[in-house]
Structures are given as structure tokens and as C-alpha cells.
């Protein structure tokens, strides 16, 4: 039997089929397009990958390599750099809504790549015709709990050198037959790989193994190696038996996992703060009608407002001038209130003096001309007072009066439209 051809030729009506009916396409949804000149970053809903194999596809629309390039990816972001190649491109990339765009990954270069490894090693797949010796025995306990169909299976599978069985779902292929020979091949220190079409069909064999080798109590967790790339589930279950680098390479998806839902946490914190602004936008847009019939009404009250804004601004401004002269006034009236407190201070006590002293009727003119001067200080002092008071009766007049602008004020802005 020529494997190499039959192999070829199966590729061939494979990828012929697919070209017929549209099929080997995976399209990426895009969540949000960011512009940076002729560049723009594509966000994608799903992860990134053989975007070397890739192009976009705007509303049915689809662009190649020679009209839309791609550049930088970030798998942490699911983000992809792409470049407008032509305006017609640059034109249809800048118009499109996110849910316009796809990026499409053509995976029929995988079914290439496996006629490509036929061509060139083929050769070396045969059927086999020899049989690999094994001289382990079958529990006794577990094969009495066989089917005669199910024993016949694990005597073909061990005395032939290609073995086909077949049987309906739950008759045991896996869980029995597969296992036994598995374990058959173990015990005599064999070497056995198992292989399967897809991740999840290896996956669900290997835990039918897996599952019989515990309930007979072998050990296999420090025999079988899980190859390739795990799905999510299988590598949480048995991560011990997966390849390293796959464990390697799981974490740092992980980790850039990790990065890109903290950048999603950080993006609907942002939507959140935002939320009450647009829900009174919402709002808004349900009262457009009214507004349409009183804004006119609206704009000449708040041209109004704005004029009445400014004249309590003005206002405000020569108030707090006012206010700053009468400081200015009032501190000098207390350094004068201090200087007359203390030259009264000493006209007093000159007076003291001159009255109690021998001859004081000799110093009568001098006692009479300190008595004035007391009495002019005493006049000053009063004088100051009454200044003062009035300073304060004013200053407390613009205090008043600038709560009731800063009041008016507050008011007006509330009303009016941010």
C-alpha cells in the first residue's frame, strides 16, 4: 500500500473541499479600534494568532498584504497593529465602526504544511507489519470482568501488528480494551504513544486511561507525558504531566491574562465613573423635544445669566478691593488707637506727677496745658473708635453682601447648562 500517495491525495481533496465551500476561515471579532495617524490598533474579542496568515475584512470587504499590513501584536492586550497600505484602505479602516471589521485567519495553511511533510516524508509511513513482543499478562480479576468482545479486542491488539476495533459509544474501547493493552505494554516496560484527531478526543481518552489505572491501583502520573498544548480544563486537572514548556508557556499566557483583565478592570472602572454623566445624557436626549421648544427661552435666560455673572464677578472684585483698603484702614487706625494709648499713657502720668509734687500751684499753667492734651487724646481716642466701628459696620455690610453674590452666583450657575 503506497501510504505517501493515499496521504497526498487525501490533502488534496481536503483543501479542495474547503476552497469549495468557504470553509478554513476563523474570523476575530474586533471590540475597539484606537487611530494613531495611517496606523491603527485592532483590539480583538478573541486571542491573537497566525495573523501571518491573516487579513481584514471590512463590511465583506476583503484586504490583503498589498493594502493593509500588520505590525506589532500584544497577546496580553489582544491587540494588533495594522497599517493602511492604500487610501481606498486608510478611507474604509477610518470609517469603520468596531463591529465592521473582522480579522480573518485563513488555517488552510495547515492542511499545506501536512501535504508539504508527506511530500517530503512520506516514504517513511507504513503500515505496520510486525508485532511488538510482550510477554505481561492480564490481571486475572480484571479480565474475568470482560466481555468475550472485549477480550478478543486486547488479544488482537497484542498479536497483530495493525489493529482496527470498533464498537458503539460505552462499550468500553477506551476504559478497558485501550487501558489493558496500555497497561499490558507498561508492565513490560514498553513505550506507547496514543494519539488522537483532536485535543479534545486525546484528552478524553487519556482520562478513560488514567481513570482504569487507578481503579486497578497503577501508577501512571510519573509515566505519561502529556505532549503538545493542553486545553485550560485538562491542564488543571493533570498540569504534573504536561510538558514544561507548555506549563512555561501557560503561565506567561496567564500572567499577560492577568495584565490584560486588569487593563479590562481599570477600562469598565473608567465606564462606571462615567456612567452617571451618560445616564444624564440619556436623559437629556429624551427631553431634546422639549428642549427644541424652549431653547430659545432658555438662551435669552441665560444670556441673561451670564450678564448678571458678570456684574457680581465686577461686583465682587470691588467689594474684595474695598475690602482690602478698609484692612489696609483699619490697621492703621490700631497702630494710631496704640500711638494715642501711649502718648495718653504718658500725659497721665505727667500729670500725676506735676500734681503731687511741692509747689504744684507754682505748675498750675503746666498741669492745665497736661489736662488739654489728656483731654485731646481722650478726643482721638473716641474719634478712632468711631472709625473703627464704622470700618467694622461696613466690613460686615460686605461680607453680607458677598455671601448674597456668592449665593446669587451658586444659584445661577446651577441652573444654567455645564
Not at 67 to 75: A, L, T
Not at 103 to 129: A, C, H, M, N, T
Not at 156 to 180: D, N, R
Not at 295 to 315: G, V
Request: charged share 35%; proline share 2%.
Amino acid at each position: 500500500m503506497d501510504c505517501q500517495r493515499y496521504a497526498i491525495d487525501s490533502v488534496e481533496r481536503y483543501l479542495e473541499f474547503l476552497r469549495k465551500n468557504n470553509k478554513g476561515l476563523v474570523e476575530n471579532t474586533i471590540r475597539r479600534i484606537e487611530k494613531d495617524g495611517k496606523v491603527f490598533l485592532l483590539y480583538l474579542e478573541g486571542r491573537v494568532s497566525h495573523f501571518d496568515y491573516s487579513f481584514v475584512r471590512i463590511n465583506d470587504l476583503d484586504y490583503y498584504e498589498e493594502d493593509i499590513c500588520f505590525g506589532e501584536v500584544d497577546e496580553g492586550l489582544r491587540c494588533i497593529e495594522v497599517r493602511a497600505l492604500t487610501d481606498e484602505a486608510y478611507a474604509r479602516l477610518n470609517q469603520a465602526r468596531p463591529h465592521d471589521v473582522k480579522l480573518v485567519s485563513d488555517l488552510k495553511f495547515l492542511v499545506r504544511r501536512v501535504g508539504e511533510w508527506y511530500k517530503q516524508y512520506g516514504e517513511l509511513v507504513k503500515i505496520p507489519d510486525y508485532v511488538i513482543p510482550n510477554s505481561s499478562k492480564i490481571d486475572e480479576e480484571v479480565y474475568d470482568l470482560l466481555s468475550v468482545d472485549q477480550k478478543d479486542a486486547i488479544e488482537a491488539i497484542g498479536e497483530e501488528p495493525f489493529t482496527y476495533i470498533w464498537g458503539a459509544p460505552g462499550t468500553g474501547k477506551t476504559s478497558y480494551v485501550l487501558a489493558q493493552s496500555v497497561l499490558r505494554y507498561v508492565k513490560a516496560k514498553k513505550k506507547v504513544l496514543i494519539t488522537a484527531p483532536t485535543n479534545n478526543a486525546l484528552e478524553q481518552t487519556l482520562r478513560g486511561i488514567f481513570g482504569f489505572f487507578e481503579a486497578t491501583g497503577e501508577e501512571w502520573k510519573k509515566i505519561a507525558l502529556r505532549m503538545g498544548i493542553p486545553t485550560k480544563q485538562f491542564f488543571e486537572e493533570y498540569g504534573e504531566i504536561c510538558e514544561d514548556s507548555q506549563r512555561e508557556k501557560r503561565i506567561v499566557a496567564l500572567l499577560k491574562e492577568i495584565e490584560r483583565v486588569k487593563l479590562d478592570i481599570e477600562q469598565i472602572d473608567c465606564q462606571i465613573d462615567r456612567l452617571p454623566r451618560y445616564v444624564a445624557y440619556l436623559r437629556f436626549c429624551e427631553k431634546l423635544a422639549e428642549c427644541k421648544v424652549v431653547y430659545p427661552i432658555a438662551i435669552t435666560q441665560m444670556e441673561k445669566n451670564e450678564k448678571h455673572l458678570e456684574e457680581i464677578d465686577n461686583e465682587i472684585a470691588v467689594n474684595k478691593g474695598r475690602m482690602w483698603v478698609q484692612e489696609r484702614e483699619y490697621k492703621v487706625l490700631e497702630e494710631e488707637e496704640r500711638k494715642n494709648k501711649d502718648k495718653l499713657s504718658v500725659a497721665v502720668r505727667k500729670k500725676e506727677k506735676e500734681e503731687t509734687g511741692l509747689f504744684r500751684w507754682a505748675r498750675k499753667r503746666k498741669i492745665q496745658e497736661l489736662y488739654e492734651v489728656i483731654e485731646a487724646h481722650v478726643k482721638n481716642e473716641r474719634r478712632i473708635q468711631m472709625k473703627k466701628t464704622r470700618l467694622e459696620e461696613q466690613k460686615s455690610n460686605l461680607n453680607k453682601r458677598m455671601r448674597e453674590l456668592q449665593e446669587s452666583e451658586a444659584r445661577i450657575k446651577k441652573g444654567m447648562p455645564r
